[in-house]
């Protein structure tokens, strides 16, 4: 099969059952050990990735808004020297000549479904993690379609080179299972996660105490804990906080200091797991913490470390994609703005996901409407 790849379970179940299986290094969902059987395929799609050095994408996978609001931050920022790799502003794009596949997984989302109690609990995870897969293979992919009820309109598409994976959810749910899958086939294309990303960044700053900040959806998962898990060091904890919803938010950054206050530990980072909350406001709040004005401003300021920081998911995604091009010199050195094409997951007539691309006024109605 070449093209889009549409990816059932049956249809892969029956594609393995037909070849040798291969032995993974780990437990694996069904479909990654069909794909690495499917030689001729969707194998053959995923064992040529990241061949292609510099050439091909930077796809942003997950939940639709998490997507869009992370292509803004890539398109827009510049605070690093193009040439130098100082961290300092020239007047130029960070991701200069760059192009971002943005794929909008509305088949999917929201991901908190997939998390219910009761006998279906490990199904539903393992559709989480099949999901994973499949977007994958799409982001891998050289095609896609123009329309979800008509497999006849393939369009051409970049194959990727790096993959994002905004979820947090898929930090713990999908990436093994991806990595698995390159493993088993022999591609290599680079994998990032935003939860790798920000515990990584806070880590290597030397904070021993963190506080991730998340919604009411995400932290009963779990998944924040299983991966600091993995990756932490002796001597480190870690808080999983889901503030109140409030108008402001500096009103649910307060709520989050307070909450940690009551672990009577210091606070060295506090990780925002949220693309749309941005710092400066937040950064103003914490002067305010800092002055000491009231007497909750004086407690919770001696609960923060001197030197604490703030790393948000944006942000931090974005300086982790960018050490990572320039150290594998994976940037593609083009003299042009960065762009994005947006996709988004559609089920097909024959009840299979396939890949969408969609426009940015599409975009714009769907998602964002105040998008640029």
């Known amino acids: 099969m070449r093209g889009s790849i549409l990816i059932g379970i049956a ?14 290094p780990r437990p694996t969902v069904a479909l990654v050990e069909s794909i690495a059987a499917d030689t001729s395929g969707a194998g053959k799609i995923v064992a040529s990735a990241g061949h292609g050095g510099a050439q091909g994408s930077v796809a942003l996978i997950g939940e639709p808004l998490d997507g869009i609001l992370l292509a803004r931050r890539f398109v827009s920022t510049d605070q690093v020297d193009n040439i130098s790799g ?22 999917n989302a929201p991901y908190s479904h997939f998390f219910v109690p009761g006998p279906e609990a490990a199904s539903r995870l393992d559709s989480l993690r099949t999901a994973a897969v499949q977007n994958a293979v799409f982001a891998w992919d050289s095609t896609c379609f123009q329309n979800a009820s008509d497999l006849a309109s393939r369009l051409s598409k970049s194959r990727a080179k790096v993959l994002v994976f905004t979820s947090a959810t898929q930090a713990e749910y999908g990436l093994f299972d991806v990595d698995t899958l390159q493993q088993l086939t022999g591609g290599r294309s680079q994998l990032v996660s935003s939860v790798s990303s920000l515990l990584e960044e806070a880590i290597a700053g030397g904070a021993k105490n963190l506080a991730v900040w998340t919604s009411r959806e995400i932290r009963p998962t779990g998944v924040w804990q299983a991966v600091f898990k993995q990756m932490s060091v002796p001597g480190t904890s870690i808080t999983v906080i889901a503030p109140d919803q409030a108008l402001d938010v500096r009103t649910e950054f307060r709520d989050v200091l307070r909450q940690y206050r009551t672990t009577g530990r210091s606070l ?30 004086a407690a919770l300021d001696k609960m923060l470390a001197p030197d604490f920081r703030m790393l948000d998911a944006a942000s931090t995604v974005v300086r982790t994609t960018y050490r990572l091009l320039r150290r594998e010199n994976l940037f593609t050195h083009r003299i042009a703005r960065p762009y994005a094409r947006y996709y988004e997951t559609a089920e097909s007539t024959d009840g299979n996901p396939v890949l969408v691309e969609v426009s940015a006024s599409y975009v714009q109605n769907a998602y964002v409407p105040d998008i640029d």
């Open 268 to 297: 060295d980072a506090l990780l925002i797991d949220s693309y749309a909350i941005e710092q400066p406001s937040l950064q103003r709040e914490l002067a305010i913490i800092r002055s000491a004005g009231t007497d909750e401003d």
């Open 86 to 107: 100082q961290a300092h502003r020239d007047s130029l794009p960070d991701f200069a000549g760059e192009s971002f596949d943005v794929i909008l997984d509305a088949y």
């Open 11 to 24: 249809a892969a179940a029956l594609i393995g059952a037909c070849k040798p299986q291969m032995s993974a």
